[in-house]
């Protein structure tokens, strides 16, 4: 997503359109980041309430 963003600015955009070029790229890298740090956070929290789960079932056998 990031790439194709890139190479449509550079492809569409002026030469002096530089800081929005940045802003746009850093804007878009940001929410990237933010969306999959937030998954990896979400999916171990699951997998520590799952553990846990399981951990209580296998004692109660």
């Known amino acids: 997503m990031l790439s194709l963003e890139t190479a449509m600015i550079t492809q569409f955009g002026d030469e002096s359109d530089t800081v929005f070029r940045h802003v746009m790229i850093a804007s878009t890298g ?8 937030s998954m990896a956070v979400f999916m171990i929290l699951l997998a520590t309430k799952s553990l846990k789960k399981l951990k209580n079932n296998s004692s109660e056998v």
Request: glycine share 12%; proline share 0%.
């Open 30 to 37: 940001g929410s990237i980041c933010f969306i999959v740090l």
